[in-house]
């Protein structure tokens, strides 16, 4: 796989227009401040501060590369969801709790409702969509299949992503191991009984070995 | 739920950090387990966010005059993965393998989580066992501080505008020192109910060098110095261990959620010390 590329966006030039000096000389415009600040080029800003418009990001998912404009404020959940069309990751509880957003960055589980699209710059960002290769589907997605690892399935792409990014670093677990190890992922139908076994059965069909 | 609008950098060095962090309207972001949700909440709305997690030099652990000084920027499961921190300081890499869950220890940093100065946080219990002190830097300043003198109530830090924490020092421990974290998990978020962390060291039969410190009691963690005279120079009799720790509570205004009553936070202090130090002591040796 290529190596994501480096956003431009923390090598602006700088203006010598400061934040402030832009922020005093559109107080007086009051309902105009909105707008100004959006219609504000990233460029105009201090050392690198960008916003609080649009910017231009590049985000590297699933090996492809997406350039697109964002606030800064905006999640990288939101922007894979509602920019990238990448509706896998679900938004449940939309902070931090749940685990139904659940991505890898740089292999690691993350919560993508609470990682801002603009700090996944240049980070390699796989998500449930980038886990079958064609129509196959990945080990963990078979084994929760054979399994009944889901009832309503909401939780489901957040409950695969993440039992990856764990059995890549425990090849061997136990159920309890997945109890502990997925505690950071919540199932409202109570399918966890499935769940530990889909994910010990998966460990064992990928031998053990990181897949 | 969407945050209030921000303008954003990400520095590569502290120092531009510190002078983007001078504008009063800034907040600094390390992992965002906290502050992200708190500003989709609209109980946190900075007009700007100072991103720190490109900056490398907050991201290292070293050893240096007995000592391990962990970069603000390192993540609970960098702690809790490092073999120079579970040989060197075993308490710490087990009380970071508590905190939350996989994504948040993937995410969430050792600084972040003591300038948010949550009563639930894990860390407290640990360093204030192992008296840990906390490097902080200003705009042209720099102190060094005990935890104990960092933390002022709940989600409350002696921390000044635009300073940061870029350290925190916990000793190296002896081989020979039994430690142990224990805590009662409030099972959705993970968040400590009660949490209690023992270190001590035992010679000739007898317990010396006692440190305990809790968190999820109070609004803040604490070392529970009565606990550790009472324990000093016992054996370490069951008996013994239960009459020090009955004390933990003393003085404590005890937090009253809706997960646990006072009184029930009271008992489960009592509780998880005398486990973390039944613990602590089966590894001393």
Redesign the interface.
Known sequence: MRSPKESQVRKLPESGVSRRGFLQGVSLGGGALGAAVLERPAEAAQSGVVGPGEVSITLWVNGKEHELRVEPRVTLLDALRDRLGLTGAKRVCDRGTCGACTVLVEGKAVYACTTLAIDAQGKNIQTIEGMTRGSELHPVMKAFVNNDAQQCGFCTPGFVVAAKAFIDEHPNPTEEDVMNGLGGNLCRCGTYIGIRKAVVEAAKAMGGRNA | ???????????STIE?AL??LA?PEAKA?AG??SL??L???RLAAPG??V?L??IAGLREIRQDDGALRIGALVTH?EIESSPLVRSRCPLLAETASHI?????R??GTIGGSIAHNDPAADYPAALFALEAKVKVAGKGTERTLPLEELVVDAMVTALEPGELITEVIVPVEAASTGTSYQKMRQP???FAIVGVAARLEKSNGRIGSVRVGVTGLGPSGFRARRVEELLDGTAGSDGEIREAAAVVAEGVEANADLHASADYRRHLAQVFTVRAIRAALARAS
């Open positions: 739920m969407i945050p209030q609008n921000f303008d954003y950098a990400a520095p531009e002078e983007l504008d972001l965002g387990m992200i949700p500003m989709k909440l700007r966010l991103d997690r490109r499961s939350g869950d996989l994504q948040v993937n995410a959705a978020s993970g």
